[in-house]
């Protein structure tokens, strides 16, 4: 057979073609799933290096935020005290309670307008928060400052004296002929906010020249009783609007003289008839009643007043407990602390009156009032003897250290100490 030479090198030349197309194929694929490895590892590199910088980034971050956030002073001043001086910070006394005076349901007559050596190394041994001063207690502008003086030096954290100065007739200091102070009215016959907050400024102002940092007033009761006797012409008067308004001025003419202000006799006192100074008072009201009525000022004004002060009146269609206001858990920290949301000062009427002696002792009184949610304790009948007792359910756990510094912590940032 002849051989054609010539088809033979066309068929080499065309099978050298195909192997060499092959070869640049799996070396495209070669080269492709390469890059595409590379691709791969590039881009997990770049994701750790990311993931690694924000992390540094927020880490960072995270430090300098918390480093520009200063400590709390007031906390790190708490967590120096101990149990026994928290446990005094709870109390606002009467200064006859220094001479172990047993006070009555209407209070002592003692009298005292000075401290003896005694009544200064009893209020060493069990200091307390602060103290509060009635007409017995005062007789010149030179007397007072000088007890003032001695009150103030006896503590190693600077007591909140406050006194009861309403106007009209209810003057622990106005009433005194000894003192030159402009004559403040009673708040019935008060006519608008103007002449509320010259009420509470001129209080105010005269206050505070005296060495007092609280006044146990306004009354924010809504007389919604014609008969009632106890709060009277204490009140701005029945329309809960205008007593929320006129007691927003009040507190704001106590401010403007550096004086603080606490309302008063939460929830409303002004619809009762009888007199906690003597026994039990009820309000029969439901709560949505009140809140249309008794607690619209406090509603108004929660975040105005420096405190508020909490009678001994009982609530059976608003409360389960049985207690009085003062004493209910349900009432403070349920109805005060967590529906309306207030978080200031809370304090009780004084223990020593009827409604609270005749049905407690002063050593369960003082303890129930703590559990319930107030901060201070106000005037108990034995101070002593309910000092002693706080401090015992603080030791036993009835009451929490958490409990205990919640309450001194809010009373000190309170008492404005400037620690910063």
């Not at 002004?270 to 709560?287: A, E, I, P, R, Y």
């Amino acid at each position: 057979m002849k051989i054609n030479k010539k088809s033979i090198c066309i068929s080499l030349v065309f099978l050298l073609l195909m192997l060499a197309s092959c070869g640049r194929d799996g070396a495209s694929e070669t080269t492709e799933k390469r890059m595409t490895e590379t691709t791969a590892a590039e881009t997990i590199t770049e994701e750790t290096t990311t993931e690694e910088t924000t992390t540094e980034e927020t880490t960072t971050e995270e430090i300098t935020t918390e480093a520009l956030v200063p400590p709390d002073p007031y906390e790190d001043y708490l967590s120096q005290m101990s149990p026994e001086e928290k446990v005094g910070q709870l109390f606002i006394i009467r200064v006859e309670s220094a001479a172990g005076i047993l006070l009555g349901t209407n209070g002592a007559r003692g009298g005292y307008t000075s401290l003896s050596e005694e009544m200064e190394a009893f209020l060493a041994e069990y200091p307390p928060g602060g103290f509060c001063l009635f007409a017995d207690n005062i007789q010149t502008p030179e007397q007072l400052a000088e007890l003032v003086e001695q009150l103030n030096a006896c503590e190693s954290i600077p007591p909140i004296l406050c006194i009861d100065e309403e106007g009209g007739g209810v003057r622990r200091l106005g009433a005194n002929g000894n003192f030159d102070v402009d004559y403040v009215g009673s708040m019935e016959s008060v006519e608008d906010a103007e002449e509320a907050y010259a009420a509470g400024s001129t209080i105010g102002s005269y206050l505070s020249g005296y060495g007092f940092t609280l006044d146990l007033a306004p009354v924010a009761d809504v007389k919604t009783n014609s008969g009632n006797t106890v709060i009277g012409s204490r009140a701005f008067g029945s329309d809960p609007q205008r007593v929320a308004e006129l007691t927003e001025s009040y507190l704001d003419g106590l401010h403007a003289q550096g004086m603080k202000g606490c309302m008063k006799h939460f929830p409303g006192q002004g619809g009762t008839s009888g007199d906690t100074h003597n026994g039990v008072v009820t309000l029969d009201k439901t709560w949505q009643e009140m809140t249309d009525c008794e607690l619209v000022p406090y509603l108004e004004n929660d975040e105005k007043t420096d405190a508020i002060l909490v009678a001994h009146i009982l609530l059976p269609q608003v409360t389960t407990d049985g207690y009085p206001a003062s004493l209910s858990a349900e009432l403070i920290t349920g109805k005060l602390r967590g529906e309306l949301g207030y978080e200031g000062l809370v304090m009780t009427d004084s223990l020593a009156m009827g409604a609270i002696v005749k049905e407690y002792g002063p050593s369960e009184a003082a303890v129930m009032a703590l559990e319930a949610g107030n901060d201070i304790l106000l005037m108990p009948q034995n101070y002593e003897e309910a000092y002693l007792a706080v401090l015992e359910a603080v030791k036993s756990g009835r009451v929490s250290e958490e409990q205990l510094d919640e309450h001194v912590l809010r009373i000190l940032k309170f008492k404005d100490l400037h620690l910063d």
